[in-house]
T-cell receptor, first 113, second 112 residues
Framework: DTAVSQTPKYLVTQMGNDKSIKCEQN?????MYWYKQDSKKFLKIMFS???????INETVPNRFSPKSPDKAHLNLHINSLELGDSAVYFC????????????FGSGTRLTVV | SQQGEEDPQALSIQEGENATMNCSYK?????LQWYRQNSGRGLVHLIL?????REKHSGRLRVTLDTSKKSSSLLITASRAADTASYFC????????????FGKGITLSVRP
């Protein structure tokens, strides 16, 4: 059983399109995250939700909108995609607001052409 | 920036040798964690060391933390080709509302 699963694994789309990435965890964790990894492997946090409540919203364009329908799911919707959005997006989860190890999904490689 | 910085950026060793990777950070932490990322995969949590701990072991991994120098090291003993991956340190900072801040990673190549 995959602990943190993301779909799709690959996403190729044209500039200006709107796309969504889905994430689900079956670990019973109550905190979920979205990270962006650029071509130099630098990981930067985008959002964090705890029990469906947004607790971290880094400086991310408002074209990116996270949605957490329940604590097991955290989706990411991106409007008006730009070339610079091309990256690998990782979902992760952890237990509680105290920091323990994160469990990461396998990533979604987004390519905007 | 609170970002941790690892060094070296890349490390190439022979199978059986030990690999040592270092991480430095700038502000107070609650804990520091090391992760591994195999090519094209997600990150895997390896080990966590709390700010009041100085050393921790897990199998072939040994992590040290020196809060006075704001630095940590990860030692992988008796390396294997399967240890080839990128390694990241991540810091949980005091008052940072649960987020981890990752360094840029170290690329480790273990030659068979």
């Amino acid at each position: 059983d995959t602990a943190v699963s993301q779909t799709p694994k690959y996403l190729v789309t044209q500039m200006g399109n709107d796309k969504s990435i889905k994430c689900e965890q079956n670990l019973g964790h109550d905190t979920m995250y979205w990270y962006k990894q650029d071509s130099k492997k630098f990981l930067k946090i985008m959002f964090s939700y705890n029990n469906k409540e947004l607790i971290i919203n880094e400086t991310v364009p408002n074209r990116f909108s996270p949605k957490s329908p329940d604590k097991a799911h955290l989706n990411l919707h991106i409007n008006s995609l730009e070339l610079g959005d091309s990256a690998v997006y990782f979902c992760a989860s952890s237990q509680g607001l105290q920091i323990y190890g994160y469990t990461f999904g396998s990533g979604t490689r987004l390519t905007v052409v | 920036s609170q970002q941790g910085e690892e060094d070296p950026q890349a490390l190439s060793i022979q199978e059986g040798e030990n690999a040592t990777m270092n991480c430095s950070y700038k502000t107070s932490i609650n804990n520091l964690q090391w992760y591994r990322q195999n090519s094209g995969r997600g990150l895997v949590h390896l080990i966590l060391i709390r700010s009041n701990e100085r050393e921790k072991h897990s199998g072939r991994l040994r992590v040290t933390l020196d809060t006075s120098k704001k630095s940590s090291s990860l030692l992988i003993t008796a390396s294997r080709a399967a240890d080839t991956a990128s390694y990241f340190c991540a810091t949980a900072h005091t008052g940072a509302n649960s987020k981890l801040t990752f360094g840029k990673g170290i690329t480790l190549s273990v030659r068979p």
